[in-house]
């Protein structure tokens, strides 16, 4: 799976910013996508993440100002993010989830992209 995102920037407090992240497997289906980040000085942590279903989950931080969805056609996921706050800071991170073989016994491979910086201070 190839991972091209887009979306970071520089915004102040309180403004809004799309991610993106396209996802591109030959051959096999993807499955789990999320967005990670990665503050300065601590562990990489989750902030959501939706299946080709459409099951969505989200981290307590994020709920209620982050929206991720996601086209199946394209394999490509968005995080609308509003009311940032400077503690959004971070390199945001997109995963995806890879299934292979049979149904009855999938194999799970997991890649994450380059990271796309978003910064949120006045």
């Known amino acids: 799976v190839r991972l091209v995102e887009s979306g970071g920037g520089l915004v102040q407090p309180g403004g809004s910013l799309n991610l993106s992240c396209v996802a591109s497997?030959?051959?096999?289906?993807?499955?789990?996508m999320r967005w990670l980040r990665q503050a300065p000085g601590k562990e990489r942590e989750f902030v959501a993440g939706?299946?080709?279903?459409?099951?969505?989950s989200y981290a307590t931080s994020v709920k209620g100002r982050f929206t991720i969805s996601r086209d199946n056609a394209t394999n490509t996921i968005y995080l609308q993010m509003n009311s940032l706050r400077p503690e959004d800071t971070a390199v945001y991170y997109c995963?995806?989830?890879?299934?292979?073989?049979?149904?009855?016994?999938?194999?799970?491979?997991?890649?994450y992209g380059q990271g796309t910086q978003v910064t949120v201070s006045s």
């Open positions: 939706v299946t080709p279903a459409g099951d969505i």
């Open positions: 995963h995806a989830q890879e299934q292979r073989g049979r149904p009855s016994l999938p194999t799970y491979y997991e890649y």
């Open positions: 497997s030959d051959y096999y289906r993807v499955n789990l």
